[in-house]
């Protein structure tokens, strides 16, 4: 894998030369520092070639690789960063989280059948979860749960990507193993080997029925007469190969029965002694209700994680979302 980033950064940083050659050629105004950058380059590609590339040259420890990923010439790990590079940091960290936040739908939605709401918090100022509704009229509404490789702006690209590649997708009209079979072969074929995302996708119909796929996503939860059982099938996460299969279930819901989904930041949430949250505590939890508001059901189950969670540090993104069928 460490073989595959490197070719590709190494064909970005050449790519970025050959660019640099033909500018810095034309001798504008700029060709100072045109000619800066084209030095720093191949500074980028001599480190490669001795083995020091991706080293931070103040601590010699390794420099984060999303950060390489995003700009092949970084020198410094975010410890090592000067004032100035910090500030920046800074700034994109803000503008991605607000970028970020004005993708998410409305926390609480509500259709003639159905009612949705959801807790989306980030261990930092961006996240990689990714969560959208979409109510597409007659053809269902359509619901998408998720979690992408990596963390910070890196990760908040992707889920962005999801973002936009799965709302093109459900104006098309594909069923739902057809577009998760494109979303995966686009998803794999434009971004890195490391890169994947692991998701449930659903329509929910008028008539209570859910179709549901679940691409190596932790097991939603399926709430019917405060029986909660998990939905056992899954594949493999998304774009992890160009060519996948996907398989759809079909289940069910009366009204006042719904299906949990939440990120693994939730069943592996740890308190201060380390003892992790689980699976069974919030299976638990869901069960003592007497049946699925979806409103009244997110916000006791954060306020338990909360409260378990005590002063322990966030160490991943947390997403809890809830689907009820109405009466």
């Not at 950060?67 to 010439?73: E, G, H, N």
């Not at 959801?118 to 109510?135: Q, R």
């Not at 939603?220 to 759809?248: A, M, Q, W, Y």
Request: glycine share 8%; aromatic share 6%.
């Amino acid at each position: 894998m460490a073989a595959v980033i490197d070719g590709f950064l190494r064909e970005q940083l050449y790519e970025r030369r050959q660019r640099l050659q033909q500018a810095a050629a034309a001798e504008t105004d700029d060709s100072a520092r045109l000619h800066l950058l084209l030095a720093e380059v191949d500074g980028a590609l001599a480190r490669l070639d001795n083995g020091s590339y991706g080293l931070c040259e103040t601590c010699h420890d390794s420099i984060e690789s999303d950060r390489l990923i995003c700009d092949p010439l970084v020198r410094f790990c975010l410890d090592h960063l000067t004032k100035h590079e910090r500030s920046a940091l800074e700034q994109d960290l803000k503008l991605a989280a607000r970028v970020q936040r004005g993708l998410l739908p409305s926390q609480s939605l509500e259709t003639p059948d159905w009612h949705i709401c959801y807790h989306y918090e980030p261990a930092g100022l961006v996240s990689g979860d990714y969560c959208d509704v979409i109510d597409a009229g007659e053809a269902g509404l359509y619901f998408m749960v998720g979690d992408v490789s990596g963390k910070g702006v890196a990760a908040s690209m992707l889920m962005a990507h999801l973002h936009a590649m799965f709302r093109t997708l459900i104006s098309f009209g594909l069923s739902l193993q057809r577009m998760l079979e494109h979303a995966s072969r686009v998803f794999s074929e434009s971004t890195l080997p490391n890169q994947y995302a692991t998701l449930v996708c659903g329509r929910a119909l008028a008539n209570g029925r859910i179709e549901i796929s679940n691409a190596g996503h932790p097991a939603p939860l399926i709430v019917k007469h405060r029986k909660v059982d998990r939905l056992e099938t899954s594949n493999l996460p998304l774009g992890l190969f160009c060519e996948e299969n996907f398989t759809v279930s079909e289940i069910q819901l009366s009204p006042d029965e719904g299906i949990v989904i939440y990120s693994d930041g939730v069943s592996e949430a740890a308190d201060m002694s380390g003892t992790l949250y689980g699976d069974e505590r919030i299976r638990s939890l869901i069960g003592q209700a007497q049946a699925v508001n979806p409103s009244a059901l997110v916000s006791a189950c954060i306020e338990d994680l909360i409260m378990f969670r005590s002063n322990a540090a966030k160490a991943d993104d947390v997403t809890l979302f809830v689907l009820g069928r109405k009466h």
